[in-house]
């Protein structure tokens, strides 16, 4: 049995990818629950994080977010039994890799998959709608009539956020990076989603969310990343299609929400002081937050199942962003992919 490692050798070294050969699993212990994969997603691999909490490896698992069937269940496991289909993510320090036919999971990190769901959608979708709900619920309390720009709409998790923002009823701005973007969020269901072509160049973004706001601006802005430094000393060409930190202050209205992606970010007295004018905030989205923190357990359950991904994606209001499913002996390739940030659609491996 095969089960797909990241390999770095050495800090700043670019990520390789190996099939390490895999023994007969561990016993299972009392929590654990034995899971026959069906499908897994694959996301970029944060070494820098896993450096930062210690969780730094030889060998780091790849694959986290996985759909499948119960195996086998261990003496203390309540919620569970064979022959359930469950969906869950791996925790950071996770041994296992979901990139592998059978693994163990402590049952606190799973939850049911309704049945009409299949198995590429429940896995291709837990980390965009987990990202998603985790910055326009707690970390902005969307609701009806507030204005959100969802920047670089039609990315697996762009397209989340934005069928999550407008359930709730508010009114969505989003950026396109090409014409084939701009055109996957036209048709993008339910339709309402102001669509902005910064693909150009030409585009003033912030201009845009003001005219489309009537110069009130926007109540939630919701980045890709941003620029921090003027066009020129930019190193990455693909940096060019993000808008400026002042753009995305400039556009934020009395009261506004920054969630932000870049973790990195620097606030100059200046942009402090023009946040302080709006009374808007800075919040930094972690998905991680919720396996970093156990007192947060139940509330993580909470948005995979009842309160969002599982019953959403049920009922047709989530419709992810997932390219063809990929087989197993692709795998290495596909990740190779994720991890230089090259793939525009999820990338989920059918077993």
Not at 154 to 160: D, E, K, R, Y
Not at 203 to 219: F, K, M, Q, R
Not at 310 to 331: G, H, T, V
Request: net charge negative; charged share 25%.
């Amino acid at each position: 049995m095969k089960a797909l490692y990241g390999q770095q050798n050495s800090p700043g070294e670019e990520m390789t990818f190996v099939f390490q050969e895999r023994e007969n699993l561990p016993a299972t212990r009392e929590h654990d629950v034995k899971v026959q994969v069906r499908a897994c997603a694959l996301s970029w691999l944060d070494t820098e994080l896993l450096s930062e909490i210690k969780l730094k490896k030889e060998l780091v698992p790849v694959g986290r977010e996985i759909s499948g069937v119960v195996l086998e269940v261990g003496s203390k496991v309540t919620f569970f039994q064979p022959d359930d289909e469950v969906v869950g993510i791996l925790p950071l320090d996770s041994e296992e890799s979901g990139v592998c036919e059978v693994v163990l999971v402590h049952e606190h990190y799973l939850v049911h998959k309704p049945q009409k769901v299949c198995w590429l959608e429940a896995a291709g979708t837990l980390r965009d709608g987990l990202r998603a709900y985790t910055a326009l619920h707690y970390l902005a309390q969307v609701c009806p009539g507030r204005s959100v720009l969802v920047l670089d709409g039609a990315s697996p998790f762009g397209t989340i956020a934005i069928q999550l923002a407008q359930h709730r009823g508010a009114k969505v701005i989003s950026t396109a990076h090409s014409l084939e973007d701009k055109q996957y969020l036209e048709r993008l269901r339910p339709a309402g989603a102001r669509v902005v072509d910064v693909s150009q160049g030409k585009i003033d973004v912030a201009e845009s969310c003001l005219e489309e706001t009537g110069g009130l601006g926007v109540d939630i802005a919701l980045d890709a990343g941003v620029r921090l430094f003027s066009a020129e000393d930019e190193p990455a060409p693909k940096s060019q299609l993000l808008p400026h930190k002042h753009d995305i202050i400039t556009l934020l209205g009395v009261g506004g929400h920054w969630i932000t992606t870049e973790k990195n970010l620097q606030l100059d007295p200046p942009d402090s002081h023009s946040l302080f004018l709006k009374g808007a905030t800075v919040s930094f989205l972690n998905e991680e937050i919720w396996n970093l923190s156990s007192v947060q357990q139940g509330k993580y359950l909470n948005i995979l199942w009842c309160s969002y991904i599982m019953e959403k994606l049920s009922n047709n209001i989530f419709r992810p962003q997932l390219d063809e499913p990929i087989p197993l002996y692709e795998a290495k390739v596909s990740m190779e992919i994720v991890q230089k940030n090259q793939a525009r659609k999820r990338q989920v491996i059918q077993f």
